[in-house]
T-cell receptor, first 115, second 114 residues
Framework: NAGVTQTPKFRILKIGQSMTLQCTQDMNHNYMYWYRQDPGMGLKLIYY???????DKGEVPNGYNVSRSTTEDFPLRLELAAPSQTSVYFC??????????????FGNGTRLTVT | AQSVTQLDSHVSVSEGTPVLLRCNYSSSYSPSLFWYVQHPNKGLQLLLKYTSAATLVKGINGFEAEFKKSETSFHLTKPSAHMSDAAEYFCVVSEGGGSYIPTFGRGTSLIVHP
C-alpha cells in the first residue's frame, strides 16, 4: 500500500517557469489537500478538494491552480514561478473531513527552489 | 472560527526525562484535535487524535495527550524522552459546522540531549 505519493522530490525552477507537482493516493480517500511549509510558519493550506470535480481555495492560493479529475490524483500547478514560492510542498488525503476525526495522510513532500 | 497556538517554538530535554509540548486551541464547535510528528526531511505522521470518547488519549511511541475543555488545551506528554523523539511536532484543530479545513499550529521543535 503506497499511501500518498508525491513527485518530484526536488525541483529547481527559474523565475517565470511553470511546473506541475504530482500527487496520487491509493486509499480511495475523498478529501485531498495541498500545503506549503515554510520555516517556523507551520503548514499553510493552498487548495483542497472534497471529491472528484470539486476544488476550493485555502489560505494561500495565489499563484497556484489545481484540478481533481479522478479520486486518486490531485496535481498542483505553478504558473509563472516566483521566489516567494520557494518552499516545501506537502500533499495529504483523508477518508472524510478532519472535523469527523479522520486523520490526514501525508506524502513525503516536494522541495521547490525558485531562483 | 478555529485557531491553535503552540506555546513553545523549541523544547530542549535530556534523554530519559519527561517531555511536555503545549497546545491551546480555540473553536466555536466541539473540535477534533490531532498531534502530528515530522522527522527531518520527511512527511508528517499521525501521533494521536482526540475522539471525545476519552479525555486522555494514547498515541504511538509512548506519547499521550490530555484534552482539557475548561483550559482549551491539548498538551502532549511522554514520560521519558528518547533520542529518536527529536523532531518537529504539530498540534492541529478541526472544528465542525461544515468546515473541512484543519488548522495547524506553527510547530514545536523537540531537541533531545544525550
Amino acid at each position: 500500500n503506497a499511501g500518498v505519493t508525491q513527485t518530484p522530490k526536488f525541483r529547481i525552477l527559474k523565475i517565470g517557469q511553470s511546473m506541475t507537482l504530482q500527487c496520487t493516493q491509493d486509499m480511495n480517500h475523498n478529501y485531498m489537500y495541498w500545503y506549503r511549509q515554510d520555516p517556523g510558519m507551520g503548514l499553510k493550506l493552498i487548495y483542497y478538494s472534497v471529491g472528484a470535480g470539486i476544488t476550493d481555495k485555502g489560505e494561500v492560493p495565489n499563484g497556484y491552480n489545481v484540478s481533481r479529475s479522478t479520486t486518486e490524483d490531485f496535481p498542483l500547478r505553478l504558473e509563472l514561478a516566483a521566489p516567494s514560492q520557494t518552499s516545501v510542498y506537502f500533499c495529504a488525503s483523508s477518508l472524510f473531513g478532519t472535523e469527523s476525526n479522520s486523520p490526514l495522510h501525508f506524502g513525503n513532500g516536494t522541495r521547490l527552489t525558485v531562483t | 472560527a478555529q485557531s491553535v497556538t503552540q506555546l513553545d517554538s523549541h523544547v530542549s530535554v535530556s534523554e530519559g526525562t519527561p517531555v511536555l509540548l503545549r497546545c491551546n486551541y480555540s473553536s466555536s464547535y466541539s473540535p477534533s484535535l490531532f498531534w502530528y510528528v515530522q522527522h527531518p526531511n520527511k512527511g508528517l505522521q499521525l501521533l494521536l487524535k482526540y475522539t471525545s470518547a476519552a479525555t486522555l488519549v494514547k498515541g504511538i511511541n509512548g506519547f499521550e495527550a490530555e484534552f482539557k475543555k475548561s483550559e482549551t488545551s491539548f498538551h502532549l506528554t511522554k514520560p521519558s524522552a528518547h533520542m529518536s523523539d527529536a523532531a518537529e511536532y504539530f498540534c492541529v484543530v478541526s472544528e465542525g459546522g461544515g468546515s473541512y479545513i484543519p488548522t495547524f499550529g506553527r510547530g514545536t521543535s523537540l531537541i533531545v540531549h544525550p
